[in-house]
């Protein structure tokens, strides 16, 4: 009886850090997804002097030159590259798919990207938004 007792304390304990940390797991993910999409905006300045306006233009001149990156979503483990289906990264809205990147263009030499966390909202970090932005 005693060692139920121990084991039952001791799953409640460590359930809610295991699931802690799962979810810390997958937010990382996100924002390595977060990462691998400002690589690709780089790039596409790079090529075309500004940013794209949206992420269809983002694929699309990424399939071209061949910088089109795979991407999985840490909260359904979907994945595919950029464009059809969309499936990490998505032009911004609030509040948008769990696991998803989301770009909002902000002109032609600014972007920021966001990361949804499991419910959809802003990821967070410190108690404010983590974004990735050039400016």
Do not use: C, H
């Not at 595919?80 to 289906?85: F, H, I, R």
């Amino acid at each position: 009886m005693t060692a139920i007792v121990i084991l039952t304390v001791l799953v409640m304990v460590g359930v809610p850090n295991f699931i802690g940390r799962v979810n810390k797991a997958k937010e990382a993910q996100l924002m390595s997804n977060m990462r691998m999409l400002v690589v690709m905006l780089e790039t596409y300045r790079a090529d075309w002097m500004e940013f794209p306006q949206n992420l269809a233009d983002l694929s699309a001149a990424a399939d071209a030159k061949g910088y089109n990156k795979e991407g999985v979503n840490p909260f359904n483990s979907a994945k595919g590259k950029l464009g059809s289906p969309q499936v990490w990264a998505i032009d911004f809205v609030n509040p948008g798919p769990a696991g998803y990147a989301g770009y909002e263009y902000v002109g032609p030499t600014q972007y920021r990207v966001y990361g949804y966390d499991k419910d959809g909202l802003p990821l967070k970090r410190d108690g404010q938004i983590f974004k990735l932005t050039n400016g």
